[in-house]
DNA sequence: AATGAATGAGAGTTCATTCAT
DNA sequence: TATGAATGAACTCTCATTCAT
């Protein structure tokens, strides 16, 4: 999917197929908004159409005119908050001089991310039994563009050469989340305040943990051994 | 809870709290079987009562004798998985010669578990949705356990001292989960065939990246530094 | 209803009461001509007023320009096509020699249409439900119609002096609905195809049928006698 | 569908397929007994579950013991009162002299059932819009016996030899089915009251109808002649 | 004269839980 | 100890109708 379509595909009813006006863009975006603390708050299965419509503050018909089930609106604040989280990534990521700070900077952003929208973490891990899918996807934009610059550092030797970048990438993907989940959100109160972004002293063991595994080393004692049992 | 409780936790019903006869006994273990399949096979959700009491061949009120509700027999599930995971990983440990050999048979018993369970590990992981305390427990003892080994390697200049174990620990949890999904539980058929465990060299090239975060540097080059934005 | 009521009434909206432009007049017919197909295709419950509109190429709101409700322009349906199966009937009986040759010229007529226009005689038989005054309407009409007739060729001796004109005029209609519905709308396959008009050997044996019970009979041994237990 | 088909059926949930215990039965006829009348009162989409359940005295998951769905629960009312009928018909005929006593004696069985169980006419002929089959099977059950009796009548001269029995069947069930909607519902008040039976006039003036169209005339003259236009 | 976004009452249906047997 | 009929709150979804534009 291009960026093109991403852009287009807000314009367009994803029941009719009519493309929105003005106001009823506006209705989607409100239904959208409160479907993600909606979901965030109570879950796939607690939420429920009436609750997303009576925070978005809007008549419950109207739900149907914009997304044609529950499981569609999810699915679309999904791919909404994919974009969002990539976009505030590669925000962060711009202007980094080196491989390190553009590291630092993305996972930075990604925390910050996370933090302010506790949303994408609930519901993108509970897409995984409510919509494969789509996790799916989300977990592989991300890991691709991340992937693209572990190659780049690496042939730029800011990485070391040795390391395979899919599963480097997917290993990064993976302490992000369950990082971000044990330090982001499990340190929320009950009413819904938590740390703004990561603590730095964990910020940084995280950043310190991840440069020793992809550090060039001086030698070329790292060659790959072993046997999978 | 220590390992005597949670051996004694079936001999007790959890309704009554009395202990049960051997008869009883008997009827709690096919609810926890039946249990352990239907929500294996169709999700907490999807799952209900009824299909739970018909596989086990028991009538729908009787399970009221047994379990509060749904939500406890699932919560109860997740305890005996957890004790099964960890079971796998410290066998597979046992008998290590050294940090790094530890660190592979562990992550080995840990993806031969999921490889073999991959419903039964979807359970644990739907826990964050049902039962967020009993998934905190989940994650929990792992780390613990893998915390403490790494303070232990790092006495003995097996893992570099200028980790922070706790994150470490964190972190080599979110890898082991995110590639697991990726490189098992998503290359499974329709039909339900997957993987037996991780190819040789996603393992191998897993590894390589563990060891390069954990293993001592020569210099102190690696001291921490910068600042999380 | 007069007949220059039934004409007139399609040149006055049925909301304000006003005259209709000849745009206005357009609009109208291409919404009866809409409703006509969509409640004839789906019956009147699973017809809604989009599909009307829709059908029509005209605005949603348009329609409650033209008509107070879906039962409202139901009714102006059963109207119109109540007209045209007298039409229908009016037509085949026109210059018929004698009583009999009537009696099968009508009926002719009638199955002529039925068979033609099984969906939209579905509309009228399904105005029972919706709204019975108007089914009341549609059969009466035709009933005095027969009626009229058997009187006349009751005193040409052509049909028994001692019948009932009007229990005869019931008992024929009730035949012929059931009939048709029988040897027309039954025969047809899903396709929507079936016999365009009743077999002859059915129909020559409906007329033998009609022709005993109406003729006169030579001697007088067929005076009512009986009790209704 | 056979005699011990019919009647075990009532024994069986049409949900579970188990057969039903003594207060299982009363529900279940509870409910079609309060089916019968909601839909009769309000017709089948005016109809709906919680006011069958409401009648009933019973709560509204209840129903979904029983029956599917509210096309179940219309469907088993139609096949329930198809035997009724048939049986209030059969009983009525018991110990008939003559052919024509029988014929007497059917009908004024019809009327009588019809007058008292307004629901038999108003269900059978709206299910032509819900469950076609069913309405098929109504008829066509009904038309069966009629048409057998024609034969074994015309066996012993007791009926025109030359009228086609099927033919006739139908035509006579047409006209009790329209006169019956024409002197028996029609009459009926807003409060749901309406004549025991058919009026004395009325129902002799369509006997006699009927047996002018059955009996054997002296001559031949009525062989079958004329086209089908 | 024409539009279509918005509405909400009310539909059918599910299922965890209770309780009389 | 075991049962399963009964319950009803809560769900998702539809559609005739309104009204601001």
Redesign the interface.
Known sequence: MSVQNEQTALNVSSVTGRPLTKRGEATRRRLLEAAEHVFADQ???EASIVKITERAGIGLGTFYLYFDSKQTIFESLVVDLNQRVRHSMAE?MTGAASR?EAE??GF?GFFHFTARHPALY?VV??A??VSPDML?LH?TRIVEGYEAGLRRAQQQDEV?R???PE??A??L???????GM?YLL?ERTADGDGPA??P????????????????P??HGQ?S??????
């Open positions: 879950g796939y299965h962060a390190l630092r900077a930075a609930r891990r509970e995984e039994f799916k977990y070391d040795t390391l395979d599963i480097a997917w290993a993907m993976g302490m992000g989340e369950l990082i044990r499990w972004t990561l730095d002293e964990a910020f940084d063991a995280l950043m310190h943990f991840i440069d020793n595994a992809l550090s080393r001086e790292n790959k051994e072993g046997e999978n049992s």
